[in-house]
């Protein structure tokens, strides 16, 4: 993952979004990770992944209290 400091990504946000089109990108400030950026397609993809996380658990609650 490449990292870019708040300052670097706010004067060159042109860069910041072709890197992010390439992977996620982190942006720090005082040294620290505050952000990451990335695709709108691998959000979307994380996204979707995250909520067949997430029906996958309901389905599995719903199937334990109806056993009991």
């Known amino acids: 993952m490449k990292t870019m400091s708040a300052k670097d990504a706010k004067n ?10 390439a992977e996620p990108v982190t942006v720090e400030k005082h040294g620290r990770p505050v952000v990451v950026v990335l695709s709108i397609e691998e959000y979307e993809r ?9 029906t996958k658990t ?7 209290i109806e056993e009991n």
């Open 12 to 21: 060159a946000f042109g860069l910041l979004l072709d890197r992010a089109l």
């Open 46 to 54: 994380l996204k979707r992944r995250e909520d067949r996380r997430l």
């Open 58 to 64: 309901k389905t599995a609650r719903s199937a334990h």
